[in-house]
């Protein structure tokens, strides 16, 4: 589910992931720069770029590009930038590789998002965000008996804290002010990673714990711009592995509840009324409804693709789209749940749809697997952890001539 969504009109609208063309009112002639980040949104740094260029309103276009944990990286890409990193930027027909340089590179040509990358305040900001990354790699890739995993912990709540001692130093929800900038900007990947990581390996809820990071958050979830490229909790939990190398469970009782409410539901996560970890926002009333228009428009390839087959899939995923409209189960025919659950495990937030839309999606396809008569507890194939070539995009993008 790769193809771009088609636009009212051509580069305006929401942020969203299926755009090529960003114009925010601006004629075409005016576009100077070319985005490439890649295919599924999973990339940290492309999502760093991506932000500043829609919060600050510069147009521009994409190219998308498949990271070496997905598929195999495409020629052109690698004529253009022989290591393959991602993003890269073009800018009146110079390119740029690595995120913090092009975000220096966009602030010359463009000015800056509040304050600049390079400006006092922002400096040690950054600094410190590195340092959290640190920390939670420390504790999320790397296998610790308890009291190393309570050592672990103990390192990144001190740098979390730190940064919440940032957020309270001002009356704004943002580092420096009213307003997100290049600092916030800065921290918005890997923050959004740890929330979803450390909640599923770790049992950690880390805006529960930290109260002014969720106010960040929530400020963050008031911007399109921000929806437009938020990911979900069963997305990155699954995406990160062959990313960092690892991810390593800690076993704790409340580590297994969440792991397996982030891969089966219900959602939201906590329920009964409590918090929710992933959202401050509410389900749009249109969630079923793009989540049906995302499944249709990839209908072919998402029925050749799953472990049944075109002729054993179709039906089932019919009772399933049926329940996400219906809100009402149905159920399927015999030894389909696995069928099922191989597609619930496989969307991917915000590249398929957004979050919401994925949630309602996931619940329709897991309630129409539970009622198959024959096998209701049968699983999909396992998500690998090496790689992700499962989530290979050739085919979505082979289906679709627009792509």
Same mark, same amino acid.
């Given at each position: 589910?790769?193809?771009p969504e ?15 063309l960003r114009?925010?009112?601006?004629p075409?002639s005016?576009v100077r ?6 295919h ?7 999502q760093k ?15 998308k590009?498949t ?8 020629h ?7 290591s393959g ?14 995120s913090?340089?092009i975000l ?23 600094r410190l ?6 920390a939670w ?7 610790? &008996? *308890?009291a190393?995993? $309570?050592?672990a912990?103990? !390192? ?5 804290? #730190?940064m919440e001692? %940032?957020?309270e ?10 307003q997100?900038?290049s600092a916030?900007l800065?921290?918005?990947?890997y923050?959004e990673r740890?929330?979803?990581?450390l ?6 809820l ?9 106010r960040?958050?929530?400020?963050l979830?008031?911007r399109s ?15 990160l592995p062959p990313?960092?190398?690892g991810?390593?469970?800690n076993?704790?009782?409340q580590q297994r ?11 939201p996560?906590?329920?009964?009324g409590?918090m929710?970890p992933?959202?401050?926002?509410? &389900? *749009?009333?249109?969630a $079923?409804?793009?989540?049906? !228009?995302?499944?249709l428009r990839?209908? #072919?390839?998402?029925l %050749?693709?799953?472990p ?11 009772c ?7 809100s ?9 749940a696995?069928?099922?659950?191989h ?11 957004p979050?919401?839309a ?13 009622r198959?008569?024959?096998?209701p507890?049968?699983q999909?194939?396992?998500?690998p ?19």
């Amino acid at each position: 589910m790769v193809a771009p969504e088609p636009l009212a009109s051509p580069g305006e609208g929401p942020t969203s992931a299926q755009a090529r063309l960003r114009l925010f009112g601006q004629p075409e002639s005016a576009v100077r720069v070319t985005l490439y980040r890649d295919h599924h949104a999973w990339c940290p740094y492309c999502q760093k770029v991506w932000l500043w260029l829609e919060e600050r309103r510069i147009p521009y276009r994409v190219r998308k590009v498949t990271m070496f944990c997905y598929g195999e990286k495409e020629h052109w890409y690698k004529r253009l930038v022989p290591s393959g990193m991602l993003p890269a930027l073009e800018l009146d027909g110079q390119l740029i590789t690595e995120s913090d340089r092009i975000l220096e590179a966009l602030e010359t040509s463009f000015g800056s998002l509040g304050p600049g990358m390079h400006d006092p305040a922002v400096l040690p900001l950054r600094r410190l965000e590195r340092e959290l990354f640190r920390a939670w790699c420390e504790w999320l890739c790397y296998p610790h &008996p *308890p009291a190393s995993d $309570a050592r672990a912990r103990d !390192r990144f709540q001190q740098l979390a804290g #730190a940064m919440e001692r %940032e957020l309270e130093r001002r009356a704004g929800p943002f580092l420096l002010g009213d307003q997100p900038g290049s600092a916030d900007l800065v921290f918005v990947p890997y923050l959004e990673r740890m929330n979803a990581s450390l909640a599923y390996y770790k049992g950690f809820l880390l805006r529960q714990q930290h109260p002014a990071i969720d106010r960040w958050f929530r400020a963050l979830e008031q911007r399109s711009t921000y929806l437009g490229t938020q990911s979900d909790f069963h997305t990155h939990t699954h995406d990160l592995p062959p990313q960092m190398g690892g991810c390593h469970a800690n076993g704790s009782e409340q580590q297994r509840a969440l792991a397996q409410r982030i891969d089966q539901g219900p959602w939201p996560l906590l329920g009964d009324g409590a918090m929710d970890p992933e959202t401050s926002q509410p &389900p *749009p009333a249109e969630a $079923a409804a793009t989540a049906l !228009r995302r499944v249709l428009r990839h209908r #072919a390839p998402l029925l %050749e693709r799953n472990p049944l087959g075109s002729g054993g899939f179709d039906l089932p995923l019919r009772c399933a789209l049926s329940a996400l409209i219906k809100s009402r189960p149905i159920a399927p025919p015999a030894g389909s749940a696995g069928g099922l659950r191989h597609l619930r495990d496989r969307i991917s937030v915000p590249r398929d749809m957004p979050l919401h839309a994925a949630r309602q999606l996931r619940s329709a396809l897991e309630a129409t697997a539970s009622r198959d008569p024959q096998s209701p507890a049968a699983q999909g194939e396992p998500i690998p952890v090496r790689h992700r070539r499962d989530q290979d995009p050739q085919p979505f993008l082979r289906s679709r001539s627009t792509v």
